[in-house]
């Protein structure tokens, strides 16, 4: 990215460690913060995400200005002009720890049917985002429990969606994890009595971020 510039919410603000508006949200400062082992992961994803377009979902650790070490999951895709250049990257980043424990402690009776009534789904679903984006069970679960917290649709009935539209597809048309991250962010457009025109406020544990490249 050359002159890039990146808009972050208040929340994501937070899981950063700072006060919003503290800081001024850089490429440099988003490598600055993950852990040492995980810098170069994280740089070669969001090169490649930002040169090629193609969604991606990455696992890592970030330290925050107090030394606390946080487990975050982020989720971005890139936006092309008529040139097949990408001059936008979107997504949000995820507390994967603290996303998983508001969804059980919100309501733990609801969660506990949930599981029950629909592992079967839910566990396909996670499978999909494993497969396509190598990452484990416990960041799968956090993508799938941001979305439906942010667009307040039901975890099961997210998980069905997507699955429905992986099932619809061409295996053979695209590249795997391009297909798959475009299903996952928009799956709540396609649950049916699912009302689109109003988002839900970021759950806890949850931040956008706009990154508009200007070189």
Same mark, same amino acid.
């Given at each position: &990215?050359?002159?890039? !510039? ?6 994501l603000f937070g899981i950063y460690g700072y ?26 994803? &969001? ?5 090629? =377009? ?8 970030i330290i925050t200005p107090s030394n606390d ?19 936008? &990257? ?29 592992? =079967? ?8 985002? &494993? ?28 998980a069905e969606q997507v699955m429905l539209d992986?099932?619809?597809?061409? *295996? ?19 649950? *049916? ?8 406020? *970021?759950?806890?544990?949850? =931040?956008?971020?706009?990154? !508009?490249?200007? =070189?």
């Open positions: &990215m050359v002159n890039g !510039v990146l808009s972050w919410s208040d929340a006060e919003v508006d503290e800081v001024t949200p850089t490429k440099d400062l988003l490598l600055d913060a993950c852990h040492p082992d995980d810098r170069a992961q994280a740089a070669a994803v &969001m090169s490649a995400t930002l040169a090629s =377009g193609i969604g991606c979902v990455n696992a890592l650790r070490v946080r487990h975050i999951v982020f989720v971005g895709s890139g936006i092309k002009d008529s040139n097949g250049v990408t001059v936008e &990257m979107s997504g949000y980043v995820v507390d994967v720890s603290r996303t998983t424990n508001t969804v059980v402690a919100e309501s733990v009776q609801d969660a506990v049917e949930t599981v029950v009534a629909s592992r =079967g789904v839910i566990e396909q679903a996670k499978g999909a985002l &494993m497969l396509a984006f190598c990452v484990d069970a416990d960041t799968a679960f956090g993508v799938l429990s941001w979305q439906s917290q942010m667009h307040n649709v039901k975890l099961r009935s997210l992986l099932h619809g597809s061409d *295996p053979l048309d695209g590249d795997l994890r391009a297909n798959v991250s475009h299903l996952i962010l928009t799956a709540h457009e396609r649950v *049916p009595g699912v009302c689109t025109q109003r988002q839900a406020p *970021p759950p806890e544990g949850g =931040g956008a971020w706009h990154d !508009v490249c200007c =070189g």
